[in-house]
């Protein structure tokens, strides 16, 4: 089996309140299909249908504040418990300590030093790679984590061919940036996301406008992202054989589940697992320092 890792950033399980959650007033087809038509809420607790299991997974890790993203992603991809290793919550983007965490051990180092494929499949646009070249690239904690293990930053040639996806999943960014890339839909996203986690024991996608329709609070907004979201999953599902494959999202922080604040919240977040051997990862998790171990052990066993 393999394992298709899908972060959404700032994406929490909101109120049961539809003048509160954006979510609940989403069709979300792709979602509720998932969960017996119903949208998870913060008061659902543990939730498992014929086709999902949802577990709400601490994002706060016992530290006073709001949780962040660099702090909340090195703890996903390292299993460390990172706000507390330096006293507080932190980001958007790594400090020099939760660098050094990175570096020194992640998911992706796990997979490779088990002589398993692992895949990043975010496609990076030519000012990236030459931004990183002098030293100038802003990368969140996934990408910094990506690159301590030696696996390959895709590109837009990658990109073109459909053998990796953009955060801006239309790729209509880039093609108004004047990229020569294909114009295709979430679903289609979807598909070709699909066809990467095929090829590798571990493939990992990150997606970051969940945080920052949270951040802008535009109901016009929100609900375009969460559409982009569902039929990203979609696609997902249309491509990939769950009797091989187990589909895990998650997040590092809550947010756009409520439209009250820009800022982030306190709510847990959503593991969403879906397909083989769910039911060996679920009782594990419990917050973000959960995943990472529970990832290794099961990719371990193959």
């Given at each position: 089996m393999n394992i298709l890792f899908i972060f959404f950033d700032g994406w929490g399980l909101g109120a049961p309140n539809p003048e509160i959650n954006p979510l609940l007033n989403a069709p979300l087809p792709t979602l509720r299909s998932l969960f017996d038509g119903m949208i998870p809420t913060n008061d659902n607790g543990h939730f498992t249908s014929a086709c999902a299991t949802l577990v709400p997974t601490d994002a706060t890790l016992g530290i006073p504040g709001l949780p962040q993203s660099a702090t909340g992603q090195t703890t996903i991809f390292t299993g460390v418990n990172a706000p507390r290793e330096i006293g507080e919550h932190s980001g958007p983007y790594p400090n020099p300590a939760l660098?050094?965490?990175?570096?020194?051990?992640?998911?992706?180092?796990?997979?490779?030093?088990?002589?398993?494929?692992?895949?990043?499949?975010?496609?990076?646009?030519?000012?990236?790679?030459?931004?990183?070249?002098?030293?100038?690239?802003?990368?969140?904690?996934?990408?910094?984590?990506?690159?301590?293990?030696?696996?390959?930053?895709?590109?837009?040639?990658?990109?073109?061919?459909?053998?990796?996806?953009?955060?801006?999943?239309?790729?209509?960014?880039?093609?108004?940036?004047?990229?020569?890339?294909?114009?295709?839909?979430?679903?289609?996203?979807?598909?070709?996301?699909?066809?990467?986690?095929?090829?590798?024991?571990?493939?990992?996608?990150?997606?970051?406008?969940?945080?920052?329709?949270?951040?802008?609070?535009?109901?016009?907004?929100?609900?375009?992202?969460?559409?982009?979201?569902?039929?990203?999953?979609?696609?997902?599902?249309?491509?990939?054989?769950?009797?091989?494959?187990?589909?895990?999202?998650?997040?590092?922080?809550?947010?756009?589940?409520?439209?009250?604040?820009?800022?982030?919240?306190?709510?847990?977040?959503?593991?969403?697992l879906i397909g083989a051997q769910r039911e060996k990862i679920a009782p594990r998790v419990h917050a973000l320092t959960d995943l990472t171990p529970a990832m290794v052990d099961l990719l371990s066993e193959k």
């Open positions: 660098l050094k965490i990175l570096a020194h051990d992640n998911l992706f180092k796990h997979v490779r030093h088990m002589n398993r494929r692992a895949a990043f499949a975010n496609a990076y646009p030519p000012i990236f790679f030459e931004r990183l070249a002098r030293n100038k690239a802003r990368r969140s904690a996934t990408s910094h984590a990506v690159a301590a293990a030696n696996v390959r930053y895709r590109d837009i040639d990658d990109l073109r061919q459909g053998d990796a996806v953009s955060v801006f999943v239309s790729n209509k960014i880039w093609v108004e940036h004047g990229a020569n890339v294909p114009l295709i839909t979430a679903r289609d996203a979807g598909r070709n996301l699909a066809r990467i986690a095929k090829q590798n024991d571990l493939t990992v996608f990150e997606y970051f406008l969940t945080d920052a329709a949270g951040h802008k609070a535009n109901p016009q907004f929100t609900s375009e992202v969460l559409d982009e979201v569902d039929q990203l999953l979609g696609g997902i599902l249309d491509e990939i054989n769950l009797s091989e494959t187990l589909v895990i999202t998650t997040s590092d922080h809550g947010n756009i589940e409520d439209m009250t604040t820009k800022s982030h919240t306190l709510n847990p977040v959503p593991t969403m």
